[in-house]
């Protein structure tokens, strides 16, 4: 569990991944390309390369459809440090 805490918060730390798992909660099965535009300022490869911190960490499912690639925001490691967060503050 531990492990898994500090992939997802180190995966979090980091402002444009957040961003992208901002947008991907609110527009879902984005492609690479498509958060390129919206995250703006950095380039595809840049995108890709977060993509697969926030994949490593279990935030970010993957799915082919084609040539494209779709990305979806996955909500339980964030659950858990929403829990892990609880019982700090509830200490």
Do not use: C, F, N
């Not at 099965?29 to 697969?52: D, P």
């Not at 040539?67 to 929403?82: D, G, K, T």
């Amino acid at each position: 569990m531990r492990d898994e805490l500090d992939g997802t918060l180190r995966a979090i730390s980091d402002p444009t991944r957040r961003q992208i798992l901002q947008l991907l909660g609110t527009q879902p099965g984005l492609t690479t390309g498509q958060l390129a535009e919206r995250v703006g300022g950095i380039s595809r490869w840049a995108v890709m390369k977060h993509l697969a911190v926030l994949r490593k960490a279990g935030l970010v499912q993957t799915l082919d459809e084609g040539r494209r690639r779709r990305h979806y925001r996955e909500l339980p490691p964030l659950r858990a440090v929403e829990r892990w967060l609880q019982q700090e503050l509830d200490r």
